[in-house]
Structure formats: C-alpha cells, structure tokens
C-alpha cells in the first residue's frame, strides 16, 4: 500500500556539489518525515537519486516536482558547477511522473524560501545600525558557502516575489593586503583563474589552510570538517588563523555584494560551511571586514546579516515556488 494515498504532493531537491535534499511537500508546507539526504558521489546523475528517493516512499505520486540546482540555470536546463550532472525538465518529468516541473539555481531556491524560515532557525551576526527601518518590500540577500558560492537578491514585486540568479562565485577574488595577495597567487599557481568560490567554500578552507602551511615551511592538509572542529579548541593555531582569514574574505566580498544589491532588508549567510562558521563570525572580524568601505563605512551600517541554520531551507523554497507557479 503507498505510504502516501492523496494525491497531493509535489517533489522537491535541493542538488547541492555534495548532497542532495529530497522532499515531499504538500501546497508550502514541507512533511519534515519525508526527508532524505544523499550523497552524490559515485551516481551518474539525478535520474537514479530519484528514483531511489521514490520508491523509498512507497511509489508515492507527485503532481510536481521543483529542484534547485547549483550551478547556471539557462532555458530550464540546469548544468551542476561542481559535478558533472545536467538536469532538464524531461528527465525530472520521467524520474518523478509528475506533470508540473521547475528547476532553479540553488540560491534563488534559498530566496524564495524567505519567510517561512522560523525565527529560532535565524541567527543575527551584524545588526543593522540604520536610523530608518526598512521597509517591508525592501531587498534581501542570501549568500550561499558550501561546496561552492554564490548570491541572490530577492526582490518583492508587484507581480510577486523575484529572485535573481547570478554566478557571482565565479567572479574575481578581492584582495585587500600583502597576504590575501599572497593567497590568490597560491590559489592562481594551483589551480588557474583565481575566483571567490576557490577561497570561499569547503575546499577553499581547506585550501587557506594548506596555503599558511607553506607559507610557514610546515605544509599539511586537513579537512574543511576537521580545521572546524579544531578551530577554537586551542590544539591547532593554524585553524585559528586559517579561519580568521577565510572570515574576513566572506566580509569583504558580502560587503562588496551588498554595495551592488543594497539589501536593507537584510543579508542572510546559508550553506554548510557558512553554518559553521556561525559561532567565529563576530570573533574573526566579519562584520570589520563587511563595513571595511572607506567613505562608506557607516552606510554599511544599514544592513544586517543573518545566518540561516535550516539545512533544508531550500526545500521550502522550491515548494513555494511551485506553488507560485500554479497560483
Ligand atoms: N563541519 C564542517 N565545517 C565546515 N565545512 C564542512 C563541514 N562539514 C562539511 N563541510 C564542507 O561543506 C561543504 C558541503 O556543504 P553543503 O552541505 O552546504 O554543500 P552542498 O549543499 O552540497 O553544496 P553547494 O550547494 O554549495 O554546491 C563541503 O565542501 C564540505 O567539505
């Protein structure tokens, strides 16, 4: 017997560069029992996850299916930046049967998920220091860190909420003194073209860890995991360090997007890494760096950012973008 008998439901994925999120969502509302994460490691593609995902809750039936994908978005075909997975509409109608299909970029999945993200899930980082309030159509920002960067703003229309994808990961690495141009140099001579998503990720951690071990005669690596879980603890300066120079490029370059997108209704920091780093953000110099603007440091003081601790917060934001769609 299926597990689920109204016919009802919509699919929703979050595709990220190493898991992937699946859902079952009824309207909005996002069944918290039918969550499965997966690793895509080893899959050839998203086909399989799917169906696997499906037949894991009982053949269930979907009249939609919405995945955000992390990586461009052109003409409904979705290409993963970090895996070498394409997702079309075709193939999600074929792994889900459902009629109703959408694919977004990650982050405009995260935007479109503002506002149903609970309050206990959001934690302040820098307030906001602005004599006005900002109004309630004022533009947003996420930012995703995980196993890639990027940003979107949301922008609330006439015609309803918009969020506008960009590839802004892949766009230069700011740098600021002697030794973040020493890091781009050791992140250009490994790697070519020097990009924010090669510092401002889980391998880019892992990269400014390695990067201050040459630098000091003692090269060794360890894992984005395992520099987190050292830093603070006092057995490991160079996590220390390691994070304190990741933190103040997340400053600089969410400071520089907040100059083009002027979000004074708030910027919000999602994503694995972004997540742990939570609790070193204030300590490492984020909000010194993010306002670091010259003659307009104190404008900076009109945007707040946030950090969103709801791994699946994507989900609800591919649900309510279906639902927009069918409204
Ligand atoms: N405890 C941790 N601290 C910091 N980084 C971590 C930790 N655990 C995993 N990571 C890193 O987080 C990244 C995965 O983050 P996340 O789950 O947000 O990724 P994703 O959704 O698959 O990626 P994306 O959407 O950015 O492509 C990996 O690069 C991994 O190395």
New binding site residues.
């Given amino acids: 017997m299926t597990k689920h008998p109204a016919n009802t439901l919509s699919l929703v994925a979050?595709?990220?560069?190493?898991?992937?999120?699946v859902a079952l969502v009824n309207g909005t509302t996002l069944l918290p029992e039918t969550i499965r994460k997966y690793s895509?490691a080893g899959q050839p593609g998203l086909e399989p996850v799917l169906r696997r995902y499906i037949e894991e809750e009982g053949d269930v039936d979907c009249i939609g299916a919405c995945v955000a994908v992390?990586g461009p978005v052109r003409d409904g075909v979705g290409t993963m930046?970090?895996l070498d997975w394409t997702i079309d509409k075709d193939t999600l109608r074929r792994a889900t049967k459902a009629e109703n299909v959408a694919i977004l970029n990650?982050l405009q999945a995260q935007g479109h998920a503002l506002g149903y993200v609970a309050d206990d899930d959001i934690t302040c980082v820098t307030e906001a220091q602005a004599a006005v309030e900002p109004s309630p159509n004022a533009v947003r920002l996420v930012i995703?860190?995980?196993?890639?960067?990027?940003a979107a703003p949301v922008f609330e229309t006439h015609a309803g909420r918009f969020v506008a994808p960009s590839e802004c990961g892949h766009a230069n690495l700011p740098i600021r003194n002697e030794e973040e141009l020493e890091l781009c140099q050791f992140v250009e001579n490994a790697h070519g073209f020097p990009a924010v998503e090669d510092v401002l990720?889980?391998?880019g951690?892992?990269r400014v860890y390695l990067f201050l071990g040459t630098k000091a005669g003692d090269p060794r690596e360890k894992?984005?995991?395992d520099?987190?879980?050292s830093v603070g603890s006092g057995d490991d300066p160079r996590a220390d360090e390691t994070v304190q120079v990741f933190i103040k490029i997340l400053g600089t370059v969410a400071g520089n997007l907040s100059l083009i997108q002027l979000p004074f209704g708030g910027v919000y920091l999602?994503?694995?890494?972004?997540?742990?780093?939570t609790p070193y953000l204030e300590r490492f110099g984020f909000t010194q760096a993010f306002r670091d603007k010259g003659r307009f440091a104190g404008f900076m003081q009109n945007f707040a950012v946030s950090v969103i601790e709801d791994?699946y917060a994507a989900l609800t934001g591919c649900a309510s973008h279906l639902h927009n769609l069918s409204t």
């Fill in positions: 979050d595709i990220g560069g190493t898991n992937t999120r895509n992390a930046t970090n990650d995703g860190v995980g196993t890639g960067f990027n990720s889980g391998r951690l892992e894992s984005a995991a520099i987190m879980t999602v994503g694995g890494v972004a997540r742990a780093m791994d």
